[in-house]
């Protein structure tokens, strides 16, 4: 069975540039989120979807990050305008309702 | 509020000893799940286990084995005989039960930095 699907792998962008990450859940996966791993830290979520409703937004900074999942397959994640603080690992990770979360390989993002 | 902590920020073994990681959680549900992830430097990470808070019963799989404490909020995780492939960052994390409306957002901990060497 595939695992979640990522790309890209790495991006390096400027600051107050735009950037988009994408992410292909396991099959049947009704349930995607995405999380922000900052170096150190562990990884905190910035969006959960159930098919294609939101479920929890509540800590993704809306100014500037936006997120949509439709066909409630694939999801995109967008940041614009970057800051450097935006720095980190982005990882996709889907599950079945209730059940635990597999995450995928995550896109390390570079902010200079 | 939901809160895990993992105080052992890096430990560094030789192989074959046994390690433990610790980890304490925080929450106000009577009800809620336990997990260990283990993340490699390749950086996916992967699910070990996943524990019912209502399930205090240790779990061994292999080399590894969890000791879930309910009394002290804690689910220490034992690597036997470790293996350089075991070198990671572990990560323990909470969930509520969905039942009571928590979704599945799980809180994780800070991670343990696993170093195994020969």
């Keep these: ?112 | 509020a939901q809160k895990v902590t993992q105080a052992q920020t890096e430990i560094s073994v030789v192989e074959k000893e046994d390690v433990t990681l610790d980890c304490v959680y925080e929450t106000r549900d009577t009800t809620y799940y336990l997990f260990w992830y283990k993340q490699p430097p390749s950086g996916e990470l992967v699910f070990l286990i996943r524990r019912n808070s209502f399930d205090e019963q240790n779990e061994i799989s292999g080399r590894y084995s969890w000791n879930f404490q309910k009394s002290t909020s804690s689910f220490n995780f034992t690597i036997t005989a470790s293996q350089v492939v075991d070198s990671a960052v572990y990560f323990c994390a909470l969930r509520p039960d969905i039942l009571t409306g928590g979704g599945n957002k799980l809180t994780f901990g800070t991670g343990t930095q696993l170093k195994v060497e020969l």
Excluded: M
């Design chain 1, 1 to 112: 069975e595939a695992g979640v699907a990522q790309s890209p792998r790495y991006k390096i962008i400027e600051k107050r540039q735009s950037v988009a990450f994408w992410c292909n859940p396991i099959s049947g996966h009704a349930t995607l989120y995405w999380y922000q791993q900052i170096l150190g830290q562990g990884p905190k979520l910035l969006i959960q979807f159930q098919n294609n409703g939101v479920v929890d937004d509540s800590q993704l900074p809306k100014d500037r990050f936006s997120a949509e999942r439709l066909k409630g397959v694939d999801s995109t994640l967008k940041i614009q305008p970057a800051k450097l603080e935006d720095s980190a690992v982005y990882l996709c990770a889907s599950s079945l309702v209730d059940r635990e979360q597999y995450f995928g390989p995550g896109t390390r993002l570079t902010v200079t």
